[in-house]
């Protein structure tokens, strides 16, 4: 049985075509958390009447990549994760529902989502979403648990203070070098 949250609300990570094709039936009452790649426009309609909406856009990278010393992809940044909390916590109490897309519905949106569980109090909640979404950015989620930290709005933990070196390697042994590194490009 689905735990839900004190307030009755939730949060899901869908991919953008649940979102293009509203298959998901938003609707007012529902707040839209938008992701797309920053070379990319969100292709929904500005959207549902009634849906309140935040778009933001960055790619599903852990740390900037540059190609021929140009910058080709970009990461969340504290500035971006900031604004949608900031959005969030302004818009929730006048929803029943927090829906988070991206691309594929994988990675980023379900990092956010797991945020906004976690800070708002959302069903189904952190531990739910983890088990659901493997394989969601954990860059994305500790940059935006580090906002959550800086506004105030969650505790610091351990998981939030691991040496950035450490994690990068972790996090990007095999993308060493730049874009075009024998994985396809």
Known sequence: MKQRSKVGKEVIAVPAVAVQDNVIGLGPGDLLVSITERDRRAKHPSLIKGVRTIQTRFDDVPYEVRQGGEQVLWPVTLVEATDILRY???????VRRVVVH?????????AVAMVLAQVFDLAPGLDELRTKHEFYNRA???TMAKAAVKMGL???SDELTEDREQ???????PWRGEVGNGFGG
């Open 88 to 94: 969030v916590k302004e818009n929730v109490r006048h």
């Open 140 to 142: 994305v989620y500790k």
């Open 154 to 156: 969650m505790e610091n």
């Open 102 to 110: 991206c691309y594929a519905g994988v990675s980023r949106s379900p």
């Open 167 to 173: 994690r990068l390697f972790k996090i990007a042994k």
